[in-house]
């Protein structure tokens, strides 16, 4: 006997869970099917972002960035220790024991707004009277029937060609945040967000990934770009690269442990698409107008699995916005708009276009920047590495981009993306009011150097 819902959501990560409890909110029988499990077998919805991205990764970052300020900065302020050690493995456990109160939370906002969870792989089986018709494996097996489907799959991991994650040796970001022992020799390939090969940090703008590599070079990071990879070898204690420098001349590595970053691929696995005809891409990625919608009639696709930046926030605003639509409203996403952060340390933010992209698009532009290093918050926080940069429309003063290299990047960015959905001027945030002292003041003077006026530079 089937179960009959008006929206079926396949997947609980950031775009599914959100797009299950906006389309119950809007007075829709929703299900949420989702597979993800605990080390004990049980639920553990939130895909990637809550169990092995976004949110484990940001509280070993807090961790981490606790130990060094204790090696290295406790002294300046003061604080003297002795003794001082890390405990890598404990770290885990407190990462682990933050990603359980997310998953736990999910279920709970589950049950608030009456979605029906279901524990499994959910896949399409065919066209039913009144929708679609969805197995469910998992512990028990059911099938569902809805109206609407929006299918939330999120993305994997993109492994190197021949040389499979094993998550001991070869590291995805899934083994990487595993890692209970401090590695003596750590190799990374990719140089994109989660990875720091022609480029450093490509779709940054270049004068802050400029910024950035001097930095993370200063830290110790040992950087080469062009290069190409050749064979891997996996070992019983470490792993053996072959690759070519810039220059062409052959190279070897050996590390404790590899991470593998180049890039992810859109997870269709195990869909069953081709049973009910749901078109994909070349890259695997379901093929979605703007408004999300697929080839078939009410089967809709969110997040990591359709076109567009595989960002967490990127799939809420869709699985809110799809939601609305089946709702009869009007679902809104702006693409221009969404911010992007690297959580490195200087944090990296930006939103909008960069100066490369304004000068191929031919856009005359102002530029204006402001550093840390003047700013009086920054200097009591002990951190004034970085900058703030504005660029806007040369004849307009519209904001077209800001980007953001130093510390809290990740929340001063969010004035800038509210400017711009508010398609502001650089003078309208000079003119506003930011608190004294606040590190969001160098917002408001990188606003002052577009127009080269700044206060305290």
Request: charged fraction near 20%; glycine fraction near 10%.
């Given at each position: 006997?089937?179960?009959?819902f008006?929206?079926?959501?396949?997947?609980?990560?950031?775009?599914?869970?959100?797009?299950?409890?906006?389309?119950?909110?809007?007075?829709?029988?929703?299900?949420?099917?989702?597979?993800?499990?605990?080390?004990?077998?049980?639920?553990?919805?939130?895909?990637?972002?809550?169990?092995?991205?976004?949110?484990?990764?940001?509280?070993?970052?807090?961790?981490?960035?606790?130990?060094?300020?204790?090696?290295?900065?406790?002294?300046?302020?003061?604080?003297?220790?002795?003794?001082?050690?890390?405990?890598?493995?404990?770290?885990?456990?407190?990462?682990?024991?933050?990603?359980?109160?997310?998953?736990?939370?999910?279920?709970?906002?589950?049950?608030?707004?009456?979605?029906?969870?279901?524990?499994?792989?959910?896949?399409?089986?065919?066209?039913?009277?009144?929708?679609?018709e969805?197995?469910?494996?998992?512990?028990?097996?059911?099938t569902?029937?809805?109206?609407?489907?929006?299918?939330?799959?999120?993305?994997?991991?993109?492994?190197?060609?021949?040389?499979?994650?094993?998550?001991?040796?070869?590291?995805?970001?899934?083994?990487?945040?595993?890692?209970?022992?401090?590695?003596k020799?750590?190799?990374?390939?990719?140089?994109?967000?989660?990875?720091?090969?022609?480029?450093?940090?490509?779709?940054?703008?270049?004068?802050?990934?400029?910024?950035?590599?001097?930095?993370?070079?200063?830290?110790?990071?040992?950087?080469?770009?062009?290069?190409?990879?050749?064979?891997?070898?996996v070992?019983?204690?470490?792993?053996?690269?072959?690759?070519?420098?810039?220059?062409?001349?052959?190279?070897?590595?050996?590390?404790?442990?590899?991470?593998?970053?180049?890039?992810?691929?859109?997870?269709?696995?195990g869909?069953?698409?081709?049973?009910?005809?749901?078109?994909?891409?070349?890259?695997?990625?379901?093929?979605?107008?703007?408004?999300?919608?697929?080839?078939?009639?009410?089967?809709?696709?969110?997040?990591d699995?359709?076109?567009?930046?595989?960002?967490?926030?990127?799939?809420?605003?869709?699985?809110?916005?799809?939601?609305?639509?089946?709702?009869?409203?009007?679902?809104?996403?702006?693409f221009?708009?969404?911010?992007?952060?690297?959580?490195?340390?200087?944090?990296?933010?930006?939103?909008?276009?960069?100066?490369?992209?304004?000068?191929?698009?031919g856009?005359?532009?102002?530029?204006?920047?402001f550093?840390?290093?003047?700013?009086?918050?920054?200097?009591?926080?002990?951190?004034?590495?970085?900058?703030?940069?504005?660029?806007?429309?040369?004849?307009?003063?519209?904001?077209?981009?800001?980007?953001?290299?130093?510390?809290?990047?990740?929340?001063?960015?969010?004035?800038?993306?509210?400017?711009?959905?508010?398609?502001?001027?650089?003078?309208?945030?000079?003119?506003?009011?930011?608190?004294?002292?606040?590190?969001?003041?160098?917002?408001?003077?990188?606003?002052?150097?577009?127009?080269?006026?700044?206060?305290?530079?």
């Amino acid at each position: 006997m089937s179960k009959q819902f008006d929206v079926i959501v396949i997947g609980g990560g950031p775009g599914g869970y959100i797009a299950a409890i906006r389309a119950a909110q809007l007075g829709k029988n929703v299900a949420c099917v989702d597979e993800w499990k605990n080390a004990n077998g049980g639920p553990a919805p939130g895909g990637t972002c809550t169990n092995v991205g976004c949110i484990p990764s940001k509280a070993l970052l807090q961790s981490s960035e606790h130990f060094e300020q204790a090696s290295h900065h406790f002294a300046d302020h003061g604080i003297s220790l002795s003794g001082l050690k890390m405990d890598a493995a404990k770290m885990v456990a407190r990462k682990d024991a933050v990603v359980k109160q997310n998953n736990d939370g999910i279920l709970y906002l589950f049950k608030k707004n009456k979605v029906s969870f279901f524990h499994g792989r959910a896949s399409f089986v065919k066209a039913a009277e009144g929708g679609y018709e969805i197995k469910v494996a998992g512990t028990a097996e059911e099938t569902l029937v809805g109206q609407q489907i929006i299918v939330a799959t999120g993305s994997n991991a993109r492994p190197l060609p021949g040389t499979p994650f094993d998550e001991e040796h070869v590291l995805s970001n899934e083994g990487a945040l595993r890692i209970s022992t401090v590695p003596k020799k750590l190799a990374l390939i990719g140089s994109g967000v989660i990875g720091l090969v022609p480029d450093f940090l490509g779709a940054v703008d270049q004068q802050i990934a400029k910024e950035a590599k001097k930095v993370f070079e200063k830290q110790g990071l040992k950087i080469e770009l062009g290069v190409k990879v050749g064979e891997v070898k996996v070992g019983k204690k470490s792993v053996h690269v072959a690759w070519t420098n810039a220059k062409g001349e052959a190279q070897t590595l050996e590390a404790d442990k590899l991470i593998v970053s180049i890039g992810r691929v859109p997870n269709t696995i195990g869909l069953n698409a081709e049973a009910v005809g749901l078109k994909l891409d070349e890259r695997g990625a379901i093929v979605v107008d703007a408004d999300c919608r697929t080839n078939l009639p009410g089967v809709w696709a969110v997040g990591d699995v359709v076109r567009g930046p595989m960002l967490a926030h990127k799939a809420e605003e869709e699985g809110v916005a799809v939601a609305e639509r089946i709702a009869g409203q009007h679902g809104h996403v702006n693409f221009n708009t969404i911010p992007f952060v690297i959580y490195t340390s200087p944090e990296i933010a930006w939103v909008g276009r960069t100066e490369q992209q304004l000068k191929a698009d031919g856009v005359a532009y102002k530029a204006g920047t402001f550093p840390f290093l003047a700013n009086g918050r920054a200097r009591a926080l002990g951190d004034t590495t970085g900058m703030v940069k504005m660029l806007a429309d040369a004849s307009t003063d519209e904001i077209l981009g800001v980007h953001i290299i130093g510390p809290m990047a990740s929340e001063l960015i969010a004035e800038c993306v509210l400017a711009m959905e508010f398609r502001a001027s650089s003078e309208d945030i000079a003119r506003v009011c930011h608190a004294h002292p606040s590190l969001s003041e160098s917002t408001k003077e990188a606003a002052l150097a577009v127009d080269k006026r700044t206060l305290n530079f």
